[in-house]
């Protein structure tokens, strides 16, 4: 009976041992931080430790790996914040038992411990983590990762930039620690590559003002580094900003979910439908380090890459999760990183062990002070080798995970796998799957087109035939004026003055051609010269032109100021007239030499803003350009030359005014002269202001100006010289010519004549004048004489004669003519 007792007593303690836990001195203890029930980062803790703890059971059961021990995960969550990382690694390593490893995911949380592990003599095996600067050994010495680095995407998307023949790129990221390092790695392989990186933006939170400053900067091609939550918003912001489509190209990191643009949205406060996602996600790049296994064979576990997604399918849907909708928990992607980092920890331990075993140590004499041990370990992982369900696991030097690069692109909202590339072997492997919208690559800037802004050639046409037909009517009148200079009606109007003007007017309406002369017929380099040429030639022409009709008004008005007596001997000095058009003249060219000499005009180029092609390509613009001629005192030279030609113009007006009515014998045609002047003062005042006005507006400028000058020189013929030609035709002979001003004489022989009388008669008025003295000496000796005898006295006759010619009361005339005929 005892023994039947003690049997029983000895298979009851034989099944409880076996139902009871390892004992503690057969257990490897190892620390696990896992980022699951955060806001922001990278959750990719709910899919990680999952797979950790299939990785658990599948080395637990391998018999040849651990012999005798257990390997054992103690875990809890970060919400990949690094104080709260931190804290977790502080209560594992402070709370019994003693770990002999951590593990741990997003870079944040890895940039923490990794950094304070080295006191403990730990090695952090990283599961997720991305961060560039994790690679830096002087400040991580005991740090690996399963993750690929995240600089393993620039060589990549350097490849596809060159490829598609993009040289020029954005780039948006998120102000954390690992994209800040990704994108300093990203420029500098750029600056390698001769890739211009025309922004770079980053944002906290929210991406907005950080998407606008993008399409200010006609961002085309964009690269954009942020988490997954973040990046929600950031697609939902460039569907707000219509920055997608067939002119944009994005590139977003790839271990984001599958569907990660149409979840959570509302949970998020998303502002952006389904629809709109699908819309702004459409057509984007995506490059990720391979983290699946690639080959359907079978790796280190037993399993091939597709057995292991099955048995993480099936646990995450008994957590709950989705998985038959394709709704898959922040980290699926990296979940293989996850198994192989354990499968890393237990070769690394097994591989001590066997070294510690000759020594005569095991693992368990390990503690936080041991650093032998820990530089065993650290050899160890560091040298591991395996196939596992991501891939060959291969460690660097720098402790990073060498891993081909894949790269997606969204089509029809899915991912489609566009091809891969090896970095060490700088091969690009390309599937040509690849659909962009519009059937085309998009360019990675707007084509700016630069469009010089020329003189509509039917409104240039239309004026330079008005210019030539004024051009040759002057040249007619030129032959007119000289042919029939004998004429008084001509010879009074003082022709040397006429071909002046015309030849003034000549000038002008050449300048009306010279304004034309854009960039359609005239070299840049010869622009320069045009311009000098315009202003010469405008200035000169209005100086020959008004200058004469100025001077004519001038000598009528100075004749209007003297005597009748100084009128009639006063004649007409015509170089006085010449000499004022010369003085006006001298005045312009010393100005206009000395421009050109001290600041010359050059070419200027005014630049519009963009504008959209007639035919709608949205890769291209318009930039419209328009020539100038500026010096860099424009304003000072042209207000010399408006001053001046201001001074003259107002004056010649005063004269005109003054002289209105006012007709003289020596300038028979001053009326006419007068109001030309009015109406070219009234044209300048309006047009000068106008033209400065409307200087961006080649077409209505040109117009304008031409239109002012050819008004002005036409008139001007019109009124000096139309009057001429009908006198001329109406009366081929000279001595009918008394019509067209009754002020003067007919012919030469009248005016011979009218020169004798004038001499006469200046002959009789002192005659005269001698009379009325010796009259009035008669009438008073008479007088005298009546006084004496005090009574009235018959007057003789003669007295009566003498005193009726004083009175008046004879014909003046006969008496002259009397007095001269004797």
């Known amino acids: 009976m005892l ?58 059961r391998q018999k040849d790996l651990l012999p005798g021990f257990t390997l054992k995960l103690h875990s809890n969550d970060s919400e990949c914040e690094p104080g709260l990382g931190a804290s977790v690694m502080y209560n594992l390593l402070y709370n019994k038992p003693q770990k002999l490893m951590l593990l741990a995911g997003c870079s944040t949380v890895c940039t923490t411990v990794a950094e304070a592990a080295k006191m403990w003599n730990l090695v952090v095996l990283c599961y997720g983590a991305s961060s560039p600067a994790l690679s830096d050994r ?22 596809l930039l060159q490829k598609f023949g993009w040289s020029r790129v954005a780039i948006l990221q998120q102000a954390e620690e690992v994209f800040i390092s990704t994108v300093e790695d990203l420029e500098a392989r750029c600056k390698e590559a001769g890739i211009e990186i025309v922004t770079r933006q980053s944002f906290l939170s929210d991406p907005a003002d950080a998407v606008r400053n993008l399409r200010r900067q006609d961002a ?32 977003f990191i790839g271990w984001y979910e599958d569907d990660w643009f149409e979840v959570n949205l509302d949970k998020e406060g998303i502002t952006c439908t389904k629809e709109e996602m699908r819309q702004a996600a459409e057509g984007h790049l995506t490059t990720e380090a391979l983290m699946w296994n690639q080959n359907n064979q079978k790796t280190i576990s037993g399993m091939t890459s597709e057995d292991f997604r099955q048995r993480l399918n099936k646990m995450l849907a008994e957590d709950g999760y989705d998985i038959n909708n394709n709704r898959y928990p922040e980290g699926y992607q990296e979940a293989p990183l996850a198994y192989d980092a354990v499968w890393s920890v237990a070769l690394a331990f097994n591989k001590t062990m066997e070294k510690l075993n000759k020594l005569g140590k095991s693992l368990k004499n390990f503690t936080y002070t041991d650093k032998e041990i820990a530089d065993d370990i650290y050899s160890a992982i560091n040298s591991t080798q395996f196939l596992g369900v991501s891939g060959y696991v291969a460690f660097s030097s ?5 891993a081909l690069t894949q790269i997606e692109q969204v089509i029809d909202g899915g991912y489609v796998k566009l091809g891969y590339y090896d970095t060490q072997s700088d091969n690009l492997t390309w599937l040509g799957r690849e659909r962009w919208r519009g059937g085309k690559v998009p360019q990675d800037r707007t084509i700016v087109r630069k469009v010089l802004r020329t003189v509509s050639l039917p409104l240039f046409i239309c004026m330079g035939t008005v210019s030539s037909a004024g051009i040759v009517i002057a040249l007619a009148l030129i032959i007119f004026n000289s042919w029939n200079r004998h004429r008084r009606v001509i010879m009074s109007s003082h022709p040397v003055c006429n071909t002046i003007m015309l030849t003034g007017v000549i000038t002008c309406l050449v300048s009306v051609f010279l304004l034309g002369a854009d960039g ?21 022409g209005f100086t020959l032109a008004f200058g004469a009709m100025f001077s004519k008004v001038w000598r009528v008005h100075r004749l209007t100021t003297k005597t009748k007596a100084d009128q009639a001997k006063k004649k007409i000095q015509p170089w006085k007239l010449y000499t004022m058009v010369s003085v006006l003249l001298a005045v312009d060219v010393m100005i206009l030499s000395a421009w050109q000499i001290l600041d010359p005009l050059q070419r200027r180029i005014e630049i519009f803003p963009l504008e959209s092609p007639l035919f709608g390509d949205d890769d291209a613009r318009i930039r419209p350009e328009l020539e100038h001629c500026e010096s860099d005192h424009n304003i000072i030279w042209l207000g010399l030359i408006y001053g001046y030609k201001g001074i003259v113009l107002v004056f010649g007006l005063f004269l005109a005014y003054e002289t209105r009515s006012i007709k003289v014998k020596q300038i028979n045609d001053s009326r006419y002269v007068g109001m030309s002047i009015y109406n070219v003062v009234v044209l300048c005042l309006i047009t000068a202001p106008v033209t400065m006005v409307i200087a961006s507006q080649q077409d209505a400028s040109f117009a304008f100006v031409a239109l002012a000058i050819i008004f002005c020189c036409f008139l001007s013929m019109a009124l000096i ?17 008394s019509k067209y001003n009754p002020d003067v004489g007919t012919c030469k022989e009248d005016e011979e004549r009218y020169q004798k009388l004038l001499n006469e008669n200046d002959e009789l008025q002192k005659l005269i004048t001698a009379k009325e003295e010796k009259i009035r000496i008669l009438k008073q000796r008479l007088a005298e004489r009546d006084a004496a005898k005090g009574g009235t006295t018959n007057i003789p006759k003669d007295s009566l004669i003498v005193a009726d010619f004083v009175t008046g009361e004879g014909t003046s005339d006969s008496a002259i003519e009397t007095d001269h005929a004797g």
């Not at 720098?398 to 060498?402: C, E, M, P």
């Open 721 to 737: 010289f139309v009057p001429k030609v009908i006198e001329v035709i109406r009366h081929p002979r000279d001595k009918a010519e």
């Open 138 to 159: 002087n400040r991580f010495p005991t740090l690996f990762r399963t993750h690929p680095s995240a600089t393993v995407h620039n060589p990549t998307r350097i490849k």
């Open 520 to 540: 359609r017929f005239v070299d840049p380099s010869e622009y320069p010269g045009i311009c000098q040429a315009r202003a010469w030639m405008l200035s000169t």
């Open 398 to 402: 720098q402790g990073d995970r060498i």
């Open 220 to 251: 085309r091609v964009i690269v954009g580094l942020f988490y997954v939550v973040a990046a929600r918003r950031v697609l939902c912001e460039l569907y707000h900003q219509n920055l997608y489509g067939k002119s944009y190209v994005w590139f």
């Open 3 to 60: 023994k039947l007792l003690f049997g029983l007593t000895t298979l009851i303690t034989t099944i409880i041992e076996a139902s009871l836990p390892p004992a503690e001195d057969n257990v490897l203890h190892i620390g696990g931080i896992f980022p699951i029930a955060g806001e922001g980062g990278w959750q990719g803790g709910q899919a990680c430790m999952p797979a950790a703890n299939l990785a658990m059971d599948d080395v637990n």
